[in-house]
């Protein structure tokens, strides 16, 4: 159906699209894309759009149509009988139990995400983070590490448990794209991006769609975003991420004066720090706090221990109290790994070497030359430069310095510069000449762009700032919007100065035009070189540049050297969607026909949040000026996920001009000492080596002279010395703690992956779910389940609900589903508990079993001498709310379990595994056996609750409540010394304005009194914060209870289960299995039972019954005993984890157990080699087993 047949259909049935779209279940964006042709229907939907094409033939126009969704009946209307359906009331149980995976697999996440976790994510994530019931944390691992990967497996684990539903992300405005893309991509969390203008169309944190947010810190500190974030009508969100966190910057000036910036404010009302000004204060504050950032200290302590005092804004009240924090709440609260720590399993290093190179090049000399032109720009700048820094000309040194950074880039560049300086001269001398700017006016402007620079709001960024801290202006890169601004910076003082420096700029321009004409440019001929060299051509690169013009130089040159359509380009100009365009291009193929980028031309906005590493060339076309830039370009490509075993970085240097000197010293230098240590560390730290001085104020004092050239080269020599590499890594282990830890944990980590291999639920668990849940739903999986498949539906409407969710997919994936992970969404969708149709067919399927589930059903358990009621029950631990206690004002989950318990005739209760209903029969009809359960059902079933809310939610809630009560001493202790603290600090402050007072300092009289009100404020505020505290704790009870499905089991009345347990089969079968394993020098370990199971590392009923190793080999192996021959019946959790482990899984068959003379047959994967027929359970015919079974 094209785009104008869905117009003239919505047309003819006289609808609005907002009415057609409610009628047929989509969103109005959904069906406007729709009608544009943006993009098409899935099947699905074209079966929506038939149904209402056939309505409209008929005469069918009502604007809307109700949802022919069977609704469920009320819960409690029906009586518990036994006469519901058994499959109906597994798949009600099976769904909830697959959406509590963690229970089965406590790494469940990595089963249903797009990543393997690496050592230090899984002991950051599940070792440090996961255990902590209230998460405040500062992650700051070393760059590329995969900190989005480790936030996103935390959200993840904790929205399957229930911990968390509201998640707001705030990251620096270039990273946003990245973090939704990474999210959806890797773990299929849907994130929404926020933006300033979305508040003007209602409050976007208000909402379904505002539970998972991401938003840049500078949208959201502005006004109308603030505002909307205090409304009361939002709901608080559980956790609260900051990414690149030290740029929540908050200083302290040599007086005592505390000075944060906007963005600390930001985060303070986030993390729910008291007393702010009423202009940043929130209703409400995150329960769960995490930092982010690869560089924690900058070199100044308190901006670090500002970013501590966010996460126990209460524990660390003053910088005193953080020095006195203790190494293990430090602990809990941190964790830092450097990149030489990181390896992976099997312990080798995760990050290849890094191979640095420096190309120089020398200049074009004659009359019309890049030299000439150097020698005369040079000049120029020296001129106006050293006239500026007599006057103190902040705006006009700046204007100046443009040019001599443009000048090292590239001719066109500084021919960019020279016309926009050009045109400013010659426009204000045009407005003085005419009158229409006074010369007086036009000299308080120059003055107020002084001033401007005096107080850092027109910086060079560029040398200031990093590549993350730089953002945009009005569509450009902030560098260049402060560079055009400063461009009209002058020295001038009058309108004939003025005149002189037009007609030297006109110079100057003309020069570099005839330059350029020429089309001989030095640094591009060198380029040109390397990309010739055999060991470059035809491999995917990577050059950088300062400067969109040069960006503009070097794609127009490539093209020209036959590159046509193969460079792709990326600067700060982009939005994060034509960003993302570019960097999907350049990581397309581009040999043998590939449509792929070859050449990828980025300026520092494409080493932010970029990750590159399927390239491993990277060119620095222009070297930066400020040295932590040149570590993040490095950090696109030196990274996890780099499959050569070295990276290569190629600098391009003028080395023989006197701002080249430097920057090759450095670059030099850099080498030298890498190869002196060994190590790569060198490249980590050289932005942190120049914190207390500017590199680029090295290059801009080499200008003066050659003589000044080769002192700075010196000085930048000195500055750069292995030792003080050295003294750096030792005062970062001071601060940090001695790293380490990842190495040492390597076998216990190899030992708990092998386990959760064998505890895992995907794809096998998910497979059986869906084959036994489509039939409810009333539809069909059609194809092969080992691939993919379609859903064709039984009956019209059946999944109008699954549209608004599709619309999420490529179109091309619509209707092509998966159990196993794809390597891209457009081949299928992932059904994955947490995946967003995979829940909505979950909900569908429990809506038509709820009824099942309520009434009960029959099932049978051939190993039971008696019958038992077994119930399926959804638990809750809950911290109560108290409104008058500030913080505690919301009630809040603290843990949610799904729980099995086993009922008796005599009405006593046990806990039982939730599987364990995998392992039973359907059955057909009552037994007499369970009269007294049938006659009495519903008080047996208030019973079962009883004993649920009584004894076994009671444990869970005592349990957490004793673990919060053995934090609670910490606590209480911790805040005593803090409070100390602050009452000391707070009492020296005092007696210092007391006598500045006494001695006639009339503006320390208003001080004493606002410390003396302080102090009063404290004590009262000790006291609440420890009545918080304490009462958190008693807070602590049992939630709700709620039984969603009941089952009557009874024993097998099958003669052959009679005779089985009768003769001991089973018995008879492990004995035999057992030797026959030991004989081949196994170590085997029988987990048939509960309890055994539980001493292997398994679930209660891992799904086989022998555990054995050999070396080389595990197997997880089934036991099954026959009397004589016959049919093998497997259990759904049997058969299930066959799926699962496919090899490692092998099904051991004792025929004959009642002769003396018993026979073993052994199959490997009897998932792929059997053929299963579906009685309620999984059958295996004899001759099956008998012809695919292997040798002894």
Request: glycine share 6%.
């Amino acid at each position: 159906m094209s785009p104008g047949d869905i117009l003239k259909l919505r047309q003819s049935l006289h609808l609005t699209q907002q009415q057609f779209a409610d009628r047929l279940g989509v969103s109005f964006v959904t069906l406007n894309r729709w009608e544009n042709g943006q993009t098409r229907p899935s099947a699905l939907g074209l079966e929506k759009l038939r149904q209402a094409a056939a309505e409209a033939l008929a005469g069918a126009t009502d604007a809307a149509t109700p949802d022919r969704t069977t609704a469920p009946a009320p819960a409690g209307q029906e009586s518990l009988d036994f006469l519901g359906d058994a499959n109906a009331l597994r798949v009600l149980v099976e769904g909830e139990r697959l959406s509590y995976g963690h229970l089965f697999n406590p790494a469940f996440a990595t089963e249903v995400s797009r990543i393997d976790p690496l050592p230090h994510q899984r002991i950051a994530v599940y070792d440090r983070m996961l255990p902590q019931p209230r998460l405040r944390f500062l992650l700051a691992d070393d760059a590329g590490a995969g900190k989005t990967i480790m936030t996103g497996l935390y959200v993840r684990e904790c929205l399957t448990r229930r911990t968390l539903r509201r998640v707001l992300i705030v990251a620096p405005a270039g990273l946003v794209g990245n973090w939704q893309r990474e999210l959806h991509r890797l773990f299929r969390l849907e994130l929404r991006i926020v933006a300033s203008a979305d508040a003007k169309q209602g409050n976007p944190f208000v909402g379904d769609d505002s539970d998972l947010v991401v938003v840049s810190i500078d949208s959201l500190r502005s006004p109308r975003l603030f505002a909307a974030l205090r409304d009361p009508a939002v709901t608080a969100y559980d956790l609260v991420v900051f990414d690149e966190a030290h740029k929540l910057a908050c200083h302290r000036d040599p007086d005592g004066t505390i000075r944060p910036t906007e963005r600390y404010r930001l985060a303070e009302a986030l993390a729910g720090v008291r007393d702010l000004p009423d202009a940043y204060r929130l209703p409400w504050s995150a329960q769960h706090l995490l930092l982010l950032t690869a560089t924690p200290h900058m070199g100044k302590p308190y901006p670090y221990y500002a970013l501590w005092r966010l996460l126990e804004p209460e524990l660390l009240s003053t910088p005193t109290a953080f020095e006195h924090f203790p190494a293990a709440s430090r602990q809990r609260c941190f964790i830092r790994r450097v990149k030489e720590e990181m390896v992976n399993l099997h312990g080798d290093p995760l990050y290849p070497a890094r191979w640095c190179d420096t190309h120089s090049y020398d200049l074009g000399q004659g009359e019309i030359s890049e030299q000439t032109l150097y020698n005369r720009t040079t000049a120029y700048i020296n001129n106006y430069y050293n006239l500026a820094r007599v006057l103190n000309r902040q705006a006009a040194r700046f204007a100046v310095m443009i040019f001599q950074r443009r000048l090292a880039s590239s001719t066109w560049a500084l021919l960019c510069s020279l016309r926009k300086r050009l045109a400013k001269l010659e426009a204000m001398i045009e407005a003085i000449r005419s009158g229409r700017i006074p010369e007086d006016e036009w000299r308080a402007q120059q003055m107020l762009l002084e001033q401007k620079a005096a107080k850092g709001k027109l910086v060079d960024a560029l040398a200031d700032q990093t590549a993350d801290e730089e953002g945009t202006v009005h569509g450009q890169e902030t560098h260049e919007a402060n560079e055009d601004e400063a461009l009209g910076a002058f020295l001038a003082t009058n309108l004939a100065e003025l005149q002189t420096e037009r007609d030297e700029v006109r110079g100057l321009l003309g020069l570099a035009e005839a330059v350029h004409a020429q089309g001989q440019d030095s640094k591009f001929q060198r380029l040109r070189e390397l990309l010739a060299d055999p060991e470059y051509r035809d491999e995917k690169v990577i050059i950088y540049t300062e400067h969109k013009d040069t960006l503009d130089f070097l794609k127009r040159g490539l093209e020209g050297l036959g590159f046509a359509g193969q460079v792709a380009c990326v600067h700060g100009g982009m939005g994060f969607v034509s960003r993302d365009a570019e960097v999907e291009r350049f990581r397309a193929p581009h040999q043998h026909g590939g449509e792929g980028a070859r050449f990828f031309v980025g300026t520092d906005a494409a080493a932010e949040g970029i990750n590159l590493q399927f390239c491993w060339i990277l060119i620095n076309y222009d070297i930066p000026w400020n040295p932590a830039r040149l570590e993040q370009r490095m950090g696109r490509i030196h990274r996890y996920g780099q499959k050569r075993d070295r990276v290569a970085i190629l600098n391009l240097v003028a080395g023989a001009t006197r701002e080249g000197r430097v920057v090759k010293t450095l670059l030099d230098k850099l080498e030298e000492i890498r190869n002196e240590l060994g190590s790569d560390k060198v490249f980590d730290v050289v932005g942190r080596m120049f914190e207390d001085v500017s590199l680029a104020d090295y290059v801009r004092r080499a200008v003066d002279s050659d003589e000044t050239a080769d002192r700075e080269a010196m000085a930048v020599a000195g500055k750069l010395t292995a030792e003080q590499i050295r003294a750096l890594a030792a005062r970062e282990e001071s601060l940090y703690g001695r790293g380490g830890e990842i190495t040492a944990e390597l076998p216990r980590l190899r030992e708990a992956l092998a386990i959760e291999e064998l505890r895992r639920l995907l794809p096998g668990y998910v497979r059986r779910y869906l084959e036994h849940a489509a039939p409810l739903i009333g539809v069909d999986l059609v194809g092969d389940l080992e691939a993919d498949f379609m859903l064709r539906t039984r009956r019209p409407g059946v999944l109008e609900r699954l549209l608004p969710v599709l619309d999420s997919y490529p179109a091309a994936a619509r209707n092509r589903f998966s159990v196993y992970p794809t390597a891209d969404e457009h081949e299928a969708i992932y059904l994955h508990p947490g995946e967003p149709v995979f829940e909505r067919l979950t909900a569908l399927a429990a809506e038509q079993a709820s009824v099942a589930g309520r009434r009960g059903a029959i099932f049978t358990d051939p190993g039971s001498h008696a019958p038992y009621l077994f119930h399926v029950a959804r638990l809750s631990v809950v911290r109560a709310a108290d409104p008058g206690v500030p913080g505690l004002g919301r009630a809040e989950v603290i843990e949610q379990r799904l729980v099995g318990i086993k009922q008796f005739a005599d009405n006593r209760c046990e806990e039982a595994p939730v599987e364990q209903l995998l392992l039973l029969r359907p059955g057909r009809k009552h037994a007499p056996t369970s009269v007294a359960f049938l006659v009495h059902s519903d008080t047996w079933r208030l019973a079962a609750a009883q004993y649920l809310q009584t004894e076994v939610l009671r444990r869970l809630a005592q349990v957490q409540e004793l673990a919060a009560q053995a934090r609670l001493g910490e606590t209480e202790t911790l805040l005593g010394l803090a409070y100390d603290y602050q009452e000391l600090e707070l009492a020296v402050a005092r007696k210092e304005y007391t006598r500045k007072a006494r001695a006639g300092d009339r503006k320390a009289e208003p001080e004493v009194e606002r410390i003396r009100a302080r102090q009063g404020a404290l004590k009262e505020r000790r006291r609440q914060t420890l009545t918080q505290a304490r009462r958190e704790v008693a807070l602590i009870q049992p939630g709700t209870v709620e039984i969603l499905a009941t089952a009557l089991v009874q024993p097998s009345q099958d003669p052959a289960d009679i005779q089985a347990r009768d003769l001991e089969v089973e018995r008879i079968a492990m004995e035999i299995a057992t030797a026959a394993e030991a004989a081949q020098g196994a170590d085997v370990r029988d987990v048939s039972t509960p309890a055994k199971a539980r001493l292997a590392g398994l679930n209660d009923y891992p799904g086989f019954d022998l555990f054995s190793k050999r070396p080389g080999d595990e197997r997880g192996i089934e036991v099954k005993g026959r009397v004589g021959t016959g049919e093998i019946e497997m259990t759904e959790n049997e058969w299930a984890k066959a799926c699962n482990l496919r090899g490692r899984y092998w099904l051991y068959v004792v025929f004959d157990c009642g002769t003396p003379q018993p026979r073993l047959l052994r199959v490997q994967d009897p998932f792929q080699k059997l053929i299963a027929n579906a009685k309620g359970t999984v059958v295996l015919g004899y001759g099956d087993i008998a012809r695919v079974a292997e040798a002894l």
